[in-house]
Each structure stands twice: as structure tokens, then as C-alpha cells.
């Protein structure tokens, strides 16, 4: 039984790692993205030979930049606490934003009253929301948690709301006819018919994320990639604004690839996509 336990484990790590090798390789055996990328960066180095470095650098000004903020302990601070601010204000907005999602999708009066509510806060601009946060709130980690709880929790509530709304009535007749209780029934069905809304919410999320806690810390925090790109932009250092978005970039590209092999593996139950215009 050990034996068998033991070969099931390494069999479900192997093809993890399967996985990611999978994903790298579809990434780099695609052609498309790396030409793109290679004409925006000759471009750029082109316009760097007329413009003055202060508004297009070159290549070798925004490495040396980079490789500056990547190895200063300090700044790197900064990068860790813009990280923590939009992990955590995800974190709560997620929380909060799932409660209201699946008491929507299972009363419809609840949706007629929380509906409204959600969308009128979803048209107030993000910068409103900066300026409420700044009058009402003293802390600045109170005021970046507010702002991305106000951003975020109505794109988390709307989308998982739509996926428990999207479970096919068909699958829970079938349920129901099996006398399930409310545990089995929420477990069995609700479950992993919102499992995809909930990764979807994610990865809509952490980019919304990214650049509401950016403008929250241009004018309201000492400490954070926001802050340090107004100094930039104050001292009309665009090397180094350059650089501080680079690293934004980098660390979304990284996340989303990371949800996106969260999203193989949970839904590998899921057959592929096929068809579509080509």
C-alpha cells in the first residue's frame, strides 16, 4: 500500500512539472510574441539615437537602472511592499467579494438590492476613491486596503455571481433527485461550477490591482514602486521610471502565468478549448 501511495505521489509531481515544462515550451516555441517584442525594443533603441535620454533612454541606461533598484536592498523594499499591499488588499477584497457573490447567486432578492450597489461603485473613478481614502483615512495601509477593496470587490462579486448563475439547471435537478444535503450540494456542484469564475476573477483582478495601489502610493505613501516613480518623474529620472515598470510588468507576467497553470491543474477535468475563428 506505501508502494503504491509512494508511485501515486511522484506520478502527481512528475506530471506537475510536466506541466510546467509544457508551458514554458508552448511560450517559447511561439514566435509572434518574441517579434513583436523585438520591433518595439529596436523602435525604441532607434528613437533613443534623437530623442534626449530624458525622454527616451536607451537600452543600456534603463539595464544599469534596473540592475541598480534589483540589487539595493532598500529599494527592493519597496518592491516587496507594493507586493504585500496588492496581495493583501486582494486578499480581503476576494474574501469579501465572494460572500456577496454566492448571496447573489442564491436569492434573487439579495441581487436585486446588491446589483445596483455594485455597479454604482464600480463608475466612481479609482482617483475618487484615492481622494475619499486620503480624507477619511490616516494610516496608508488603511487608505491602499480601502482603495483595492472598493476597486476590486465588485469585479470579484460580479464574475463569481455570473459563474454560480452559469451552473446548468439540468446538472442541479440531477443533484437535487439524489437528495443531497445542503454541505453536498454547495461541495458537489456549486463548488466546481464557480472554480472557473473564481480564477477568471483572479486574473482580472491582479492587474486592476496593480495599478490602483500605483496611483494610491503616487499620492499617498513614502514607501512603494508608486512612490518612487513620482520621485522619478519629479527629477526627470525616465531611466528609472522605465525600470520601476519593468518590474511591474515582470512581476504580472509572472503572476499571471502562475494562475494560469493553477487554472491547468485545477481544471484539468476541463476539455480544451476548440473551434473559434482562425
Request: with cysteine; charged share 15%.
Amino acid at each position: 500500500m506505501r508502494t503504491k501511495a509512494l508511485e501515486a505521489e511522484i506520478a502527481a509531481v512528475s506530471e506537475d512539472a510536466g506541466a510546467v515544462t509544457r508551458g514554458w515550451g508552448a511560450l517559447a516555441s511561439r514566435k509572434e510574441p518574441v517579434i513583436s517584442v523585438l520591433i518595439i525594443l529596436v523602435m525604441w533603441q532607434i528613437l533613443s539615437l534623437f530623442l534626449p535620454r530624458y525622454l527616451v533612454p536607451s537600452f543600456a541606461t534603463i539595464i544599469v537602472s534596473f540592475v541598480e533598484i534589483v540589487s539595493s536592498s532598500t529599494l527592493m523594499v519597496d518592491t516587496l511592499r507594493t507586493i504585500m499591499r496588492i496581495f493583501i488588499g486582494l486578499g480581503l477584497s476576494f474574501l469579501a467579494g465572494i460572500i456577496v457573490g454566492v448571496l447573489m447567486g442564491f436569492s434573487n432578492t439579495l441581487e436585486k438590492y446588491i446589483l445596483p450597489v455594485l455597479h454604482f461603485i464600480m463608475g466612481v473613478p479609482a482617483l475618487s476613491w484615492v481622494i475619499f481614502a486620503i480624507i477619511w483615512f490616516k494610516p496608508v495601509e488603511l487608505r491602499v486596503a480601502f482603495i483595492l477593496l472598493a476597486g476590486c470587490l465588485p469585479n470579484y462579486s460580479l464574475i463569481i455571481h455570473d459563474g454560480i448563475k452559469g451552473i446548468s439547471r439540468d446538472y442541479y435537478d440531477m443533484l437535487r433527485a439524489m437528495r443531497p444535503t445542503r454541505r453536498q450540494l454547495f461541495s458537489k456542484l456549486v463548488l466546481p461550477g464557480m472554480l472557473p469564475a473564481v480564477l477568471t476573477s483572479w486574473k482580472v483582478n491582479i492587474g486592476l490591482a496593480t495599478r490602483v495601489v500605483i496611483v494610491a502610493e503616487l499620492v499617498g505613501a513614502t514607501v512603494g514602486i508608486g512612490n518612487k516613480l513620482l520621485l522619478a518623474q519629479e527629477l526627470f529620472d525616465m531611466p528609472k521610471a522605465v525600470a520601476w515598470t519593468l518590474i511591474l510588468v515582470i512581476f504580472l507576467l509572472l503572476t499571471q502565468y502562475l494562475l494560469l497553470l493553477l487554472e491547468r491543474h485545477l481544471l484539468r477535468w476541463r476539455p480544451s478549448k476548440e473551434g473559434g475563428i482562425q
